[in-house]
């Protein structure tokens, strides 16, 4: 069992940044590739950002890349999520999700991740 908690959310006004963070207990989470998605009222959660058991490769939505910056420190069981420029439509419950398996490359879809964290509440203000 891998248990997440993340932290980190607030409002921000539109251009501001946020940092994200998500941390880790139970199993060794440095053997797992961490994903971060998120849900918007009404809307299906969809996937935000991905990386690596070793934090070697990241991956990231269309709508984030160049703005968010996914990370890793395996030392002390945690995941990051650094957004900048942020927008309106980037208001969304956060999450923290991490896959079955060990050592799996993280996949975009929701359905592939095992563990869940409870969620933080983005606001990005106009």
């Known amino acids: 069992q891998v248990q997440l908690v993340e932290s980190g959310g607030g409002l921000v006004q539109a251009g501001g940044s946020l940092r994200l963070s998500c941390a880790a207990s139970?199993?060794?989470?440095?053997?797992?590739?961490a994903g971060w998605f998120r849900q918007a009222p009404g809307k299906e959660r969809e996937f935000v950002a991905a990386?690596?058991?070793?934090?070697?490769?990241?991956y990231y939505a269309d709508l984030v890349k160049g703005r968010f910056t996914i990370s890793r420190d395996n030392a002390k069981n945690m995941v990051f999520l650094q957004m900048n420029m942020l927008k309106p439509e980037d208001t969304a419950v956060y999450y923290c999700?991490?896959?079955?398996?060990?050592?799996?490359?993280?996949?975009?879809?929701?359905?592939?991740?095992?563990?869940w964290g409870q969620g933080t509440q983005v606001t990005v203000s106009s």
């Open positions: 990386i690596t058991w070793s934090g070697g490769r990241t």
């Open positions: 999700a991490a896959p079955q398996d060990l050592f799996v490359t993280p996949d975009r879809g929701s359905e592939t991740y095992e563990y």
């Open positions: 139970g199993r060794t989470f440095s053997n797992y590739a």
